[in-house]
């Protein structure tokens, strides 16, 4: 029986779960499915709101009045707990990575419309940059206030609960669908969505493989990060999981130039499964896992989803991503 910690309902949930209808007319014997992730909300919406369900629920339950988190100019979790936090009531303090832009587009110009505080830390001192949160946490403390730190994308033992629940939905749509998909295709940055869902097949008893494809880091990088979590998770909440059944598959190869910055296939990608099938993905995360996801199916029984009758992408969010990126699409 698995003890649910406090959670907030904020998430339009459950997301559907469709076939991609027209593109899977390319590969003979295979559906690919999606969970259209990308609609547990409009402003606030994607992967992250899932996550903050658990961990605006735990700042609440410790009586806090201040978030505090970060991540890149263009983070969706800043931009989905800035709102988040004034819808709450809760008086929100971004830390984002790099120089003030001159325009704030995308994602930043919502996390200013919806008044966030922000503070810019550039690229070279990142590795202090929870140094600076906790130091942040303590002028607030000092000011009267109670301020939560949540780390970069709610990746941490409580945001794991996030996909924990996903999976109950995604084994209720599976029954109904009366399909269990062979694997279950996500991008993985912060590596938290990979690792509730990794933890949630394993609680629900799913038998879907999660493939994870990375936007930034590697392979290494995000094994040590979800077992470190599950340890954290299981002591924290007193569960338990056989860490050797959790199977963490994340391939290589489809970051690109670096984080954030894709190059022409990517864009080629979001260009072709929009006006096949009138989804939108987006440059930094869901564009690259969907490409690294179509070039492995093409390889057949030589790539990483060998043998896939159904597989199954998480779309994950990050539409206002595209819009600072737009000069990189190319029309003929
Ligand atoms: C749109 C989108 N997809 C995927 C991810 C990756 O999720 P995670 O950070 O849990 O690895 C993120 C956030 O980093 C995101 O914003």
Redesign the pocket.
Known sequence: MIQWPPRLTLANTPTPLTRLENLSRQFDGLTIWIKRDELTGTEVS???IR?LEFSIAEARAQDCDTLITC?GVQ???CRTTAILGVRLGLKVHLILRGERPQLAEGNLLMDYLSGAEITYLPQRDWHEHQDLAHKIQSDYSAAGHKAFFIP????DEI?LWGYIAACEELKKDFARLQMVPEYIV?????????G?LILGAELFGLSSQIV?FN?SDDAAYFEAKIRQDVTLWMQRYKQHVDMKKLKITTVEGYIGPGYGVAGPEIFETIREVASSDGIFL?P???GK?FHGMLSELRKGDAGQLAGARNVLFIH???LF?VFPQQQNFVFD
């Open positions: 994607g992967n992250k996550k991540g983070s969706n979790h970069v994308g709610a990746s945001g996500v991008a993985t940055g912060s590596g938290g969505t990979q509730g994870a936007v987006d930094v995360y869901t896992a994950t969010g990050g991503g």
